[in-house]
């Protein structure tokens, strides 16, 4: 079965560290990938998409991905986070065979000390 | 704020009554799903409808489930007989199709607790 494997599930980082969420999908096909945000309080926000081409594509606020197809991986980046980066994070997959099913990971929740 | 609209944003029921959401899209997105997210867990998908054609069911959408989208604009998504398990937050996205995937856009969702 299709699924997406989020590495981490918490994370705190001091103001200025670098970050790097794993993301791993269990699927052979096409995909798109996805990484959401959900901040305290409000509803899931797009962070960045890959559909094709340049398998770096960046974000808003900074962040980054890069899809590397023989390993199966999104994985999320961002040099420098900051105290406003407190959140958690999902990595998600659809399936392009025509159906619109989206696959998300269990989250990251991510901490920023300030 | 024309985002995804979802009502109400919170409901309380006792074990064994009937319940309904529903949720507003945007305007012009003709893609509409439904997801429930548990404590400690992404969103699942339990439906998604093309206009007001239901495309595709999760398993995870029992008997006691049914979501309606009838004139292709606003849907409902129905629980009968509620169990405790049921109790998850409810999400709905929609989304444009242009040929091409596109990202969902979330509402704020359902929250849902079945005492």
């Known amino acids: 079965a299709q699924s997406v494997s989020q590495h981490n599930h918490h994370v705190i980082l001091s103001e200025a560290a670098s970050l790097e969420l794993g993301c791993n999908y269990s699927?052979?096909?096409?995909?798109?990938l996805f990484w959401y945000v959900q901040y305290p309080g409000q509803h899931l926000q797009l962070l960045l998409k890959?559909?094709?081409?340049?398998?770096l594509v960046k974000g808003i606020k900074g962040f980054e991905a890069e899809f590397i197809k023989s390993k199966f991986s999104f994985n999320l980046r961002k040099p420098s986070v900051q105290w406003s980066d407190t959140a958690e994070y999902f990595c998600?997959?659809?399936?392009?065979?025509?159906?619109?099913?989206?696959?998300f990971g269990a989250g990251t929740r991510l901490f920023v000390k300030a | 704020d024309t985002g995804v609209s979802q009502d109400p944003r919170h409901k309380i029921t006792k074990r064994g009554q009937n319940v309904t959401f529903r949720c507003d899209p945007i305007?012009?997105?003709?893609?509409l799903y439904w997801y429930r997210q548990t404590l400690g867990q992404g969103p699942e998908f339990l439906t998604y409808?093309?206009?007001?054609?239901?495309?595709?069911k999760s398993r995870l959408l029992s008997d006691r489930f049914s979501a309606e989208r009838p004139k292709g604009s606003f849907s409902t998504l129905e629980i009968q007989r509620t169990e405790q398990g049921d109790s998850a937050m409810y999400l709905c996205?929609?989304?444009?199709?242009?040929?091409?995937?596109?990202?969902?856009?979330f509402g704020q969702g359902t929250r849902l607790t079945v005492v």
């Open positions: 998600a997959v659809t399936l392009n065979t025509g159906g619109f099913k989206t696959i």
């Open positions: 305007s012009e997105h003709n893609r």
């Open positions: 699927y052979g096909g096409t995909v798109n």
């Open positions: 409808f093309q206009n007001e054609a239901q495309l595709e």
């Open positions: 890959y559909f094709s081409g340049d398998p």
């Open positions: 996205a929609s989304s444009q199709s242009t040929g091409a995937l596109t990202e969902a856009f």
